[in-house]
């Protein structure tokens, strides 16, 4: 490793950092992370935080998972590469296959078609869904609908899906034939409604009007996060996945959960689409199938789906879609290991657990400061704090405030994210009640020099 004068006399210097500004990493550096132990991260100048980001949302074992580096390593000396393109395969992804169509079956699923990130993952969905209705002859089928505030990566089909301008304005314009449906975000919806039962309701009552106005026989599919994430961790009432899978089967519209953070047991269940009973068409898979160690990622196949192309004789049914690091055969050994420890160490019961304890340490800090608008979480470990200046009028904090609860929470000891007037906290789902109590503290001494 370079010294440390040499890595901040450089950094940022000729990089440019995804979703930054140029000019503001110049200005203002990003902080060097240089080692990471258990589920603390350690910066270039020695100083160790607890990661209450989890890597991004994806470090779900912690940065000291020997079974997955194990893995990685020997995969490496057996064989480090090879394409699974038609013809060829690899052990690997054979194995796991198994191990997902397993993992995955209560969901209903039981392919998977490999990717290497989460953003291929919705690519290929939102591709295969639009490809199923053409096997099937509904080639008028190819219109997207989702959820506004929802996040779904930054290719172009993800960024037309996707519901946060920030995200799609400077590449506008975007694909034709995407509509958004409002998010059941019960602290600012354009119904102005509190009540999360009756917020699901006119969200759901959103989506019939739309599918109405477009004509059910345009659509292909309907994507969605069963907890939004990115989008500032907004957690629907119950109802509401529910509620659009039975719209979207009611009018043969495919339904693609978008998982890339929400499977694995983030939410304290196995998949997000198991938290609310519900079992999706396609499934989007990434960040956590390798616990962050290799960039990797899976599309699970609902049987139904399945068998529309496996029976297919027209040939619509061969698939287009694929990367060179489809089934990885590295990316694949991690998987599998990764899987393995998951279910060990089954930590998505751990994930309830202290994402409860995270929750409630939250809500007591909202009583505390002012400053917190709204906590949500409350489903694994997943939550967000929204600042405002204002607890009547709403009014987002400035870029100012955040940035000082940020910098002091981790010179506290606790690294955090922003996003806008959010904090969002995604940490590994192997955290211990001392570092939830750590989280916590942390923050405290961040709003603490706000109040
Ligand atoms: C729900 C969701 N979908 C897709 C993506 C994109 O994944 P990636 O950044 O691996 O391309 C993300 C990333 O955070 C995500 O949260």
Same mark, same amino acid.
């Given at each position: ?33 240089? $080692? ?77 078609? =490999? ?28 219109? =997207? ?146 616990? $962050? ?67 409630? $340490? ?90």
């Amino acid at each position: 490793m370079k010294d440390s004068n040499f890595l901040k006399e450089h950094n940022a210097r000729h990089l440019w950092h995804p979703m930054a500004h140029p000019a503001d990493s110049l200005a203002n550096p990003p902080d060097i992370i240089v $080692g990471g132990e258990g589920v603390e991260i350690i910066d270039v100048n020695g100083h160790r935080m607890v990661d209450a980001v989890g890597g991004l949302w994806n470090v779900n074992l912690g940065y000291s998972c020997q079974p997955v580096k194990d893995a990685i390593v020997q995969q490496l000396d057996r064989l480090p590469y090879y394409s699974i393109f038609r013809g060829t395969t690899n052990d690997n992804v054979i194995e796991l296959a198994e191990m997902l169509r397993d993992f995955f079956a209560p969901d209903g699923l039981e392919r998977a078609f =490999y990717t290497s990130g989460g953003s291929d993952s919705v690519e290929v969905a939102l591709r295969l869904a639009r490809q199923y209705h053409k096997i099937r002859g509904e080639a008028g089928r190819v219109k =997207y609908l989702s959820l506004k505030k929802g996040y779904h990566g930054t290719h172009t089909l993800g960024a037309s899906v996707n519901g946060n301008a920030n995200f799609r304005t400077a590449y506008e314009p975007l694909l034709p034939g995407c509509y958004h449906i409002p998010a059941p975000y019960a602290y600012r919806n354009p119904f102005g409604e509190t009540d999360p039962v009756r917020l699901a309701q006119f969200c759901l009552a959103a989506l019939e009007d739309e599918i109405r106005f477009q004509g059910a026989e345009t659509i292909a599919a309907m994507i969605m996060e069963p907890i939004l994430g990115a989008g500032g961790v907004i957690p629907p009432h119950e109802s509401f996945m529910p509620g659009v899978r039975e719209i979207c089967s009611r009018h043969g519209i495919l339904l693609v959960a978008d998982e890339v953070i929400t499977a694995f047991g983030r939410t304290g269940s196995w998949s997000g689409s198991r938290h609310w009973g519900v079992q999706p068409d396609l499934m989007c898979t990434a960040k956590a199938i390798t616990n $962050g160690y290799f960039p990797f990622g899976a599309v699970m196949i609902a049987g139904g789906v399945a068998e529309v192309f496996e029976t297919d004789t027209s040939g619509r049914g061969a698939i287009g879609s694929g990367y060179t690091y489809s089934g990885h055969p590295v990316g694949a050994a991690a998987a599998i290991a990764c899987l393995k420890e998951t279910d060990r160490l089954q930590i998505k019961d751990n994930a309830a657990e202290r994402g409860a304890q995270l929750w409630d $340490g939250l809500r007591a800090l909202k009583e505390r400061y002012d400053v917190i608008g709204d906590v949500r979480g409350g489903h694994g470990l997943m939550c967000a704090l929204e600042l405002v200046g204002d607890r009547d009028s709403k009014v987002p904090v400035g870029k100012d405030v955040v940035g000082k609860v940020h910098r002091t929470t981790y010179e506290a000891g606790v690294m955090i994210r922003v996003s806008g007037n959010n904090i969002i906290l995604s940490p590994p789902l192997v955290v211990s009640e001392e570092h939830v109590s750590t989280i916590l503290s942390g923050l405290d001494a961040g709003f603490a020099a706000v109040s």
